[in-house]
Nanobody
Framework: QVQLVESGGGLVQPGGSLRLSCAASGSIFRFITVGWYLQAPGKQRELVAAITSGGSTNYVDSVKGRFTISRDNVKNMVYLQMNSLKPEDTAVYYC????????????WGQGTQVTISS
């Protein structure tokens, strides 16, 4: 069993930065792929980035060069550094675990709101 808790969301102006954190419990966390997903109002939840236990990563095209996913397997943490934020990045961001670099897993956090607005 894996429990996930996101933090770090907030209101930022366009061009700003945020770092999201995902804290996990569960001894298997360090062995499984973790992803960040977003869900904008009225839209389906979609992948942003994912990272394997060994550090391989995948990003959707819209965030390449702006977002960086990383993990600390000792602390059971995964991070999403978001730079050059745009209004269209506004969404609830969810941490997900147990899937693959392109597929969602069974474990979800509660989400953290990110709002990009001037």
């Amino acid at each position: 069993q894996v429990q996930l808790v996101e933090s770090g969301g907030g209101l930022v102006q366009p061009g700003g930065s945020l770092r999201l954190s995902c804290a996990a419990s569960g001894s298997i966390f360090r062995f499984i792929t973790v992803g960040w997903y977003l869900q904008a109002p009225g839209k389906q939840r979609e992948l942003v980035a994912a990272i394997t236990s060994g550090g391989s990563t995948n990003y959707v095209d819209s965030v390449k060069g702006r977002f960086t996913i990383s993990r600390d397997n000792v602390k059971n943490m995964v991070y999403l550094q978001m730079n050059s934020l745009k209004p269209e990045d506004t969404a609830v961001y969810y941490c997900n675990a147990g899937g693959g670099l392109w597929e969602r897993g069974r474990y979800w956090g509660q989400g953290t709101q990110v709002t990009i607005s001037s």
